[in-house]
Structures are given as C-alpha cells and as structure tokens.
C-alpha cells in the first residue's frame, strides 16, 4: 500500500508518457506529407509539460510516491530547461530530415521517450528510480544513434554506443547493489542517513562508491570512459548528434548530484579525490585531442569531454557554490552545443553533410550574418568574455579556489587556454580562408530564425549573466 500518493508533481511525467505513446498511434496512421502533425503534436507535448511544471512547481522539496519521487525547485528548472532543448533540437532536425527521406516519427518518439528518462532521473529519490531513468534514456539513445537504417556508420555507432552502454549500466547497477546491501535502502534519503551511521570508511560502500562513479562517468563522457563519444558523434545522423550532444547533459549533471550529493554526501572527501582524477584527464585529453581533428562533429566530441571535465569541477568543489557553478556551466554547455551542434545542419545540403572543418572556409562571405553567429559560439565555447561561457567558467574557478584547489584552478586555465586554439582555428577558415564553394545556405526560415536566437542567447547571457546565475543560486541555496 502507498502511504503518500500525491500525484501532482509527477503530473508533467504522466502528461509525456502518455503523449508520447498517443503520438505513437497516430503517427501509424500519417503518410510521409503528414507528418507535420506528429512534429506539431510533439512541441505541443513539450509546451504543456512545461506548463504543467510550472503550475505545479514547488518552492521547497517535496517526497512523494512512498519516497521514490522528489520534487524541489532545481528539478523544476532542469525540466524546463529539457524542454527547450528537446523542443530547439526538434526543430533543428526538420529540413534535414526532409531533405533525406529521413522524416520519420520514430525521432521524435523516441526523443520524447528520452525526455521522460531525464525526468525520472531528474525527480529520482531511489536508485531504482534512478535506474529506471537511466535506461529509459539510454535506450532510446541507442535507437536514435541507429534511427537512419541505411547507413552502415550510423549502425556501428549505435552497436559501439549499446555494447559499452550495457556494460557502463551493469557497472552502475552493480555500484547501487552494493550500496544498497550496506546500508539496507534503496531511498536516497535513508542512504544518506546510513552512510553517516555505518561511517565512510567501510569498505563495502568505497567499493559502491568506485562503481557508481564509473557508470556516472560513463554517461558524462569522462576520461578514460569516453571511448563511445566521439564515434558516436560522428557517426550519428547529425539531428541525432544535436540532440545527445545537448540534452543528455542535463541527465548527467543530475545523476552524479542525486546520487554523490543527495545519497553519498558524507562521503565527499572519498568520491572528490576520484572526480579530481576524472576532471584532470577529461580536461587534458578532451582539449589536447580535439586540436587533430578535421571533423567538426569529432572536434566538438571532444570539445564536450574537456566541459565535462569543467562541470566536475564544480562538484569536486563539494560546497553549495561549487554545485551552483556545475549546475550553471551544465545549462550554459546545453546553450552553446545546441547552437554549435544547429551550425551543422544549417550548412547541410542533399549530398553534403557540413560536418567537416573545410566546410566552413569562407562562411563569412558566403554569410556574414551566420558567419557572426558561429564567432559567438566558438567564443563562448572558448571561454572569451563578454560571452556566457566566460562566465560559466570563471563561476566554477571561483568555487575550486574557495575550498583552496588553487593547482586545480590553474591546471583547467592552462588546459582551457590549449582549447582556445581549436576554436579559434575554425574562426580563422570563416574569416580568412576562401569558400569551396558558391553554393548559398538553404535552410528554412524557422530553422535560421531559431539558430539565430541561440546564438545570440549566448551573448545576451554574457552581457547580463545574473540572469541565469541567480536562477541557479535560488534553486540550489
């Protein structure tokens, strides 16, 4: 019997599941020129979670459904901030998709099935729950990377993606057993009080804790377990590639702040020490090898696990300003990959993927005006002020100094600095470089109209970046 049934905070969960499955059935019934409607119904379902997160948003944490489901004021943020991007990606996608035959309601199915996984992880108050979120997730993400059927890359990736998926879930299932036969609970609420009782030094929640940090990784894309990322990347359709190098990040941030923050806090001094490690790595190698990459997907896989690594540092810091900063840096990361990620598609034509380096020569006399946009994402991804991802990364030093990390801080600006180059690179084939072609962008309208406002978000957040950053400092007081 369930002795708390308040189903009110789950009501955008309930809306999406069974939107998602409505879409499904009428998506059986379109002909290729009708699938408008399912893209239609599938931003519908968006706006209404939205709406519905917010009319049912907490202002303090709230437990329900017998302990499995947490509500608080951070959720609340990270689901909307899901919608935006699932819905941006979405729209993203469309002229891509129609150009290739590829228009098919299985995208946006599964994304939304991947949304909810996020969800659930982003509400979970259980390690059942939380698993439950994660394959959910992981699931869809494998069908999506496999989504365009003819394309023998696309499968490769999808089988790489699943076979070291199963074992980074096995990983994190075996890591929350452990923890689990210590301490008795699957709730993060009872774990946390267990932890403090049995004391951080037994030895069987040291082992837990090493495995739950390794599938927390694995789903971040941290070294050394970011071996599927840029395979993946690459070898996606590149709508896919947009979605799960965006979105996905909400999902990883929340996973190691449930599980590390909310469940293994008492251990912070054990599990700091090995994200330092993650960190460290994850700056060095994603920064040192994306400057030899000529393709663009690849260079900005491996632009992801060096911000990976800036995200952890945030976490490392173990204070409430440290997981403000992880959390502001995930959300700005989301921004800025959407946009560098949409870039992609605007250059794409039949034929013509615009995913390498070379397809970028000359942009800014071919298109002055997307040329700029394309400036802004690469400064901000960077790091150069006045942009938002100046600020995101100033924010996460700010917070290592403070616990007194200071050869930390130093190594993430050294590292950050060997990043400017490879985004500078691409500036410099905008800017200095004549095109390789004459042929003009022939994206939609909706499709530059929307990039252009991401792009232009990474700037207007630069120039008043309180605006984010208070959001996060009264979501995480």
Known sequence: ?????????AFAEIWVVTAACVILLVDVFLSEKQRWLTVL?????LAVAAYLTLAYGVEARVVTLNGFFVADP??????LFAYGAVAVSFI????????????????????????LGIMVMISANSLLTIYLGVELLSLSLY???????????????????????????????????????VTGSLQLDAIAV?????????????????????????????????????DVYHGAPTPVTVFIGSV??????????RLLVDGLGAMTGAWQQLLIVLSVLSMAIGNIVAIAQTNMKRMLAYSTISHVGFILLGIIAGTTQGYQAAMYYTLTYVIMALGSFGMILLLSRP???????????????????????????????????????????????????????????????????????????????????????????????????????????????GLFPSLLLDVCARVLP
């Open 74 to 79: 951070m959720g609340d943020v990270l689901k």
């Open 351 to 461: 034929n013509f993927e615009g995913d390498r380096i070379d397809d970028f020569k000359g942009l800014n006399k071919k298109n002055p005006w997307f040329a700029g946009m394309m400036l802004m994402l690469m400064m901000s991804t960077a790091g150069v002020p006045p942009f938002v991802g100046f600020w995101a990364k100033l924010d996460v030093l700010a917070a290592i100094l403070n616990v007194g990390y200071l050869w930390l801080a130093a190594a993430a600006v050294f590292f950050s600095v060997i990043g400017a180059y490879y985004y500078l690179r691409v500036v410099k084939v905008m800017y200095f470089d004549d095109p390789t072609d004459a042929e003009p962008i022939q994206a939609s309208g909706v499709m530059r109209l929307v990039l252009s406002a991401n792009s232009l978000a990474v700037l207007a957040l």
């Open 1 to 9: 019997m369930i002795a708390n049934l308040n189903l009110s905070p």
């Open 194 to 230: 267990a932890v403090r009782e049995i004391g951080t030094s037994h030895i069987g929640l040291i082992f837990g804790l090493v495995f739950l940090i390794a599938g927390v990784a694995f789903k971040f894309g941290a070294v050394p377990f970011h071996m599927w990322l840029p």
């Open 92 to 115: 993203y996608a469309q002229d891509y998709l129609k150009r290739r035959g590829l228009q098919k309601g299985e995208f946006y199915i599964l994304g939304l099935f991947a949304l």
């Open 41 to 45: 119904l599938s931003l519908v379902t």
């Open 248 to 257: 996905p990040k909400i999902a990883s941030f929340v996973l190691a702040i």
């Open 143 to 181: 069908a999506l990377v496999a989504f365009d059927r003819d394309s023998g890359i696309a499968a490769e990736s999808a089988m790489k993606y699943f076979v070291l998926g199963a074992l980074a879930s096995g990983t994190l299932l075996y890591g929350m057993s452990i923890i689990y036969g």
